[in-house]
Every structure is written in C-alpha cells, then in structure tokens.
C-alpha cells in the first residue's frame, strides 16, 4: 500500500477549532504561532514522514539494528534519513532557542512528532529521547554542563539517552544501584549496568550523551538517595572539543517483538576505571528531576498509541476498498461480491479505529496545549491549575491511547483477514510495534496507580471534579443545536460522564481507608476516564462540525464525517463507561480474596 500520509486536515481541525491555536498564541513569546505558520509546518513535516521515513519502516523493521564488538549499525538509511532530518531543523522544534534551537509550544510538536510515530516508530524515538535529555540539562544542570552539551545536543550533531532501568530495578527505581565515585575534580566516575537502553549505541552521531541515574557513595536508600548524572559516550574538553572515549560501552541489543530499528542496549559504566559522569542539580534529587521531564515523556508515548491508530486505520481502510468477499448484508440486488468495507461488521471495525484514533489525539493535543500553559501563562495561577489538570490527564493519555493502540492494531490485522497475519502486508508489524507503548515510560498499572493515588485520592478528586463539571457543562450545550445527532451524542455522553462522576466518588471515599480496592481496579477507571474524555473531546468536535454546517462555512463532506463519527463514538465507545465503572467500584473483592497461592 501507499506510504503513510499524515491526516493534516484532521489535524488543522483539533488544533484551530476543538482546542484552538490561541491556548498558546495567546502566551508571551509565541504570538507568531499563527493559523499560517502552523499549516505550513504541518504541510513541511508530512512530506517528510511520508517520503523520507515511512519507506524505511518495513525494511527497517525486517533487517533491525545490528550489534558487533560493542558497535551498532543502524538499518539501511536510517543515518541518512537522521541527517535529513536534523538538517530541516526538525530535531529541535521543542529546544531551547537560547542553545539554537526553536522553541515551539508542545501544542505544534505534538502533531509533527504524531507524523514521526507513524510514519516510522523506531525511528521517533531517538529524537524524542535526546529532547527529553536536553530538557533535563536545560532544566537543572548548571550553566557550565548547559554550554558543554547542549549546542550539539540541539543541533543533532550529538543525541541523548535516559538511563533509568537496571536489570533489578524497573517499576520501581528506588532499588537503582549504580554507583557514583565523587572524584577530586568535582566529576564522578559512575559503576553499574543498564538495560533496555533505547539508543544507548548507534551510528548517526560520534557522541551520545546519556543521562543516568545513580547513588553517590553513601546516599541514602530508596528514592531519596538517587542522583541524576550526565554521561557523555565520548568526554567533552572544556573548549567543546571531543576528548577521550569514556568507560561506558553498550555490552549488546536485545532481539524484541518490535521496534526492531531501535536498538535497545545493555550500557556497561565503569568497567575499568568508572565512566565519568557530571552531577545534574543537587544531588539525592535526581527521581525528581526525572519528574519534571516525566509529563513530556509520557505525553510522548501517549502520542504513539495514537500515531499506531492512524497508521494501522489508513493500512486498513486501504485493504478494504480493494478486498473483494461476499454479498454485503443488505447491500443492492444482483451484487454478488463487493469490496469488504461494505460490509456492516467491516465498517463497524473501520469505525471503531477511526473514531478511537480522533478522540485519542483530540485529548493528547488538549493535553499539549494544557501543558504549554502549566509552563508559559503568565498567571501563576492559571500555571498552578494547568499544572493539575496536565498531571491528572498524562497518565490517561499514556495509558489509555497505548492500550487502544495495541487493540486497533489488532484490529487492523482482523479487517486483512489471513493476510493481516502473513508480514509482506505490513498491519502484523504495527501490532508488534504498538506492544511496547503500554510497558515503557511506566507501564498502564503504574499509570492507573498514579492516577488513582497521587491525581484523584490524594487531592480528594479536586482537578476530576473540574473536568467532570466542565463535561457537564458542554453535555447540556449539546442539544442546542438542530443536529438531531447531537441529541444522542448529549445523551450518551451524560451517561458516561455519571458513571465516571459516580466512580470519583467512589475512589475519593475509598482511597484513604482501602487503598488495595481502589488499586485492583485502578485500570478500569483509567479507561473508564480515557473514555469519557474521549467523548468530551468527540462531543466538541460534534458540536463545532454542526455549527459549522448550520452556518454553511467550511467542507460538508468533512464536517458531516466529524458529526457521524462522534456519533459513532457515543454509540458504541461511550456505552463501555456503565460496565467499566461497575468492575471499577465492585471488583476489588474477587481480587483482593484470592491469596497467592491459589493463582
Ligand atoms: C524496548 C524497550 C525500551 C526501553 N527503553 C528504556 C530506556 O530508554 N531507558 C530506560 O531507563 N528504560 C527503558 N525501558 C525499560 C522500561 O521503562 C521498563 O521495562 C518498564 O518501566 C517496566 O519495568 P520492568 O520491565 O522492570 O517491569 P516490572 O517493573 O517488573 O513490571 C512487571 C509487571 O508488574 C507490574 N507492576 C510492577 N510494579 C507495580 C506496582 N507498583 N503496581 C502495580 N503493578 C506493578 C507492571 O505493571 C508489569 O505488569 C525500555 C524497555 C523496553 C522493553
């Protein structure tokens, strides 16, 4: 099938109407983000996904990154394809401008990094983790450790890793034990093993500048003694020249279900005489700076289950329209074999895919344009409410949109039939690929736990109570117009919005005095969550299409499809909310009664 084409028009209409440009053009410092400039940015990156990465998805799915004595060779133009990019300046739209780079609001990344994520997953990561690298050192490293690394950092010519996992320590980081030697110089020399490193090696860059957590001699046990390091592969001279090859070698790759372009490696620090590594802050902070990157990461990955959607949904659609099976049930006389989108359970598939996909990324860029504001809005209280609302929204568009993308995935296999499991036709490796999302950047049970725990029980519900009303406020704006779908949308979407209101209750009530029951359906009200703030975001949408079609402005055909796909999504997604916030309030017994034992 034809590569990958980025869905621009449904872009533009998330970013300008159902979230609008002017949450972040209305901020000191981006008041040329304007209407033109962004189009031209999306029409600039879509060209690039489409002609640059998506043809090496395939092939660099089946050759992979190869590991030899420590060296990784990236898969055939995966190099030349990096510099392509680095050369646009695609790189380093979110970095610093002080440090060349260009400063964007996360609102007008997020669509261009959506491209990356579909167009070629493996290959999006390594720019997403050198960005996360370099707000990390923007963020708290001193002025010193910012002039070193970050100018190439920014400019692609060097690329970052985060350094977290070690073979005993994943879920939970407090048991890291990679050792931090303070030498005479003021540097540390670091000893430890990493695993699952994304990009530890490779061959774009001569530098890799990798971000690892550690323990300096002495810290104190658990999270509170764990400090976070800047490690370059080859040490930097003062003068920025490229010095000696420092002690830390990437040891082997792993051979994994997917993503096979990005190398994940096994980091060996400090097999000689330790690997030098420059102290990020304070020390003994280093969780809590990870912390502060985290919302951006998260969101990042969120943004890959809806990349995932997309690309499995075009693959799918493709297929459909040109598959040949059967009569379609109810379809006109004297038919006697019709493309299988014609048939109502492959339609039912196809929507299903299609209305998911735009309700997940309407909420990841609301989320985008939540955070801009937590970090850019002059109010420190607008800051302080944004800051809430974007903490209790991230962990719902990570876990949320990377679960449904491994189920449209599947789904996109299900609309190919036998072919869909047979590799040449391209849906098995989206499948593949799609299967990490939900494990790293914090699996969906630590999402849930976060969610459940530090964003609605601790807090007593504050910031979901603010959305719930706000949900309410837009459900009884529904019916207002003469859209007869919009009566059916208000009514599905009220129900789902009780049952999630219901279930906060219930969570606030139970929190404090049984936080085990709360904890075994914790992922049931993430997705009862994900749901309900999928259908605000598909309600908006609906209720802008309407209006614009009642005043006769912009595409028909377009507009109409906005309107019949929420209606789809209040038909067949939002009814899932009654079932989920039953098991969400009443299956912690079932759990909580079986002993280990008996699993
Ligand atoms: C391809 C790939 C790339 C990666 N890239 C990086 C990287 O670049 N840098 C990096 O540092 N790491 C990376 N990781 C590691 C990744 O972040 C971890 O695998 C992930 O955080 C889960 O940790 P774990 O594998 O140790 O699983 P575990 O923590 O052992 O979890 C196993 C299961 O137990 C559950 N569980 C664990 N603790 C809890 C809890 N408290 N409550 C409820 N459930 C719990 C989990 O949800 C999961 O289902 C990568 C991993 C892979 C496979």
């Given at each position: 099938m034809a590569e990958y084409v980025a869905p621009i028009k449904d872009m533009q209409f998330v970013l300008k109407?159902?979230?609008?440009l002017d949450q972040v053009n209305g901020l000191p410092g981006w008041e040329e983000v304007t209407e033109d400039v962004v189009d031209a940015i999306l029409e600039e990156a879509a060209k690039v996904a489409s002609e640059v990465l998506s043809p090496l998805n395939a092939s660099g799915d089946r050759s992979g990154a190869v590991c030899k004595d420590g060296s990784v060779t990236m898969p055939a133009g995966f190099r030349d394809a990096y510099w392509q990019y680095v050369k646009a300046g695609w790189g380093n739209i979110l970095a610093p401008q002080q440090f060349g780079g260009q400063g964007l609001p996360h609102l007008v990344a997020t669509p261009v990094e959506e491209m990356w994520g579909a167009a070629n997953l493996a290959f999006k990561l390594c720019p997403m983790l050198t960005q996360g690298a370099i707000e990390a050192i923007d963020s708290v490293a001193s002025e010193e450790l910012k002039r070193r690394f970050l100018p190439k950092m920014v400019s692609g010519e060097w690329t970052g890793t985060m350094n977290l996992t070690e073979p005993q320590a994943g879920s939970d980081l407090s048991l890291v034990r990679t050792k931090a030697v303070p030498g005479k110089d003021g540097s540390y020399r670091l000893f430890g093993q990493k695993i699952f490193i994304t990009y530890g090696e490779h061959d774009y860059t001569d530098n890799i500048v990798h971000m690892v957590l550690a323990r300096v001699e002495g810290a104190p046990e658990g999270v509170k003694g764990i400090s976070l390091f800047v490690v370059p592969k080859v040490l930097v001279n003062a003068d920025g020249t490229p010095g000696a090859r420092n002690d830390v070698k990437c040891a082997s790759i792993e051979h994994k279900l997917g993503i096979h372009a990005s190398p994940t490696a096994v980091m060996i620090y400090g097999e000689k005489e330790g690997a030098v590594g420059y102290l990020v802050g304070e020390a003994n902070r280093g969780l809590e700076y990870m912390f502060i990157m985290m919302n951006a990461a998260r969101l990042s990955v969120g943004l890959e289950g809806v990349a995932i959607s997309e690309r499995a949904y075009q693959r799918a659609l493709a297929w459909s329209r040109e598959r040949l099976q059967g009569k379609p049930v109810g379809g006109a006389a004297g038919v006697k074999t019709a493309p299988i989108v014609q048939h109502p359970d492959v339609k039912r598939m196809l929507l299903t895919m299609k209305s998911l996909t735009e309700a997940m990324r309407a909420l990841a860029y609301w989320t985008s344009a939540v955070l801009d504001r937590s970090h850019h809005h002059p109010d420190e209280q607008e800051r302080r409410r944004s800051q809430a609302l974007v903490d209790l929204l991230v962990p719902v568009v990570k876990g949320w949109s990377t679960e449904n993308g491994v189920q449209i995935a599947s789904l996109g296999i299900q609309v190919h039939g036998g072919m869909g499991f047979?590799?040449?036709?391209?849906?098995a490796q989206h499948l593949r690929d799609a299967r990490i999302t939900t494990i790293y950047e914090g699996t969906t049970g630590i999402q849930a736990n976060d969610l459940v725990g530090r964003k609605v029980g601790r807090e007593a519900g504050r910031t979901a109570y603010a959305v719930i009303a706000e949900m309410e406020a837009l459900a009884a704006q529904l019916?207002?117009?003469?859209?007869?779908?919009l009566a059916t949308i208000a009514d599905r979407f009220s129900s789902a919005v009780a049952r999630l209101k219901e279930t906060t209750q219930w969570i606030v009530a139970t929190y404090g005095a049984n936080p085990a029951a709360v904890a075994s359906a914790s992922v049931y009200y993430l997705e009862l969550m994900g749901i309900t703030c999928g259908g605000w975001m598909m309600a908006r949408s609906a209720l802008i299409a309407a209006r614009q079609l009642e005043s006769g402005g912009g595409d028909a055909t377009f507009l109409r499809g906005k309107v019949l796909t929420a209606r789809f999504y209040a038909d067949?997604?939002?009814?899932r909310a009654m079932g989920l916030a039953m098991v969400a309030m009443r299956g912690a017994d079932s759990v909580l009664a079986v002993e280990d034992a008996l699993l």
């Open positions: 109407h159902v979230v609008g047979i590799e040449e036709t391209g849906a019916p207002d117009t003469k859209n007869m779908h067949h997604i939002l009814p």
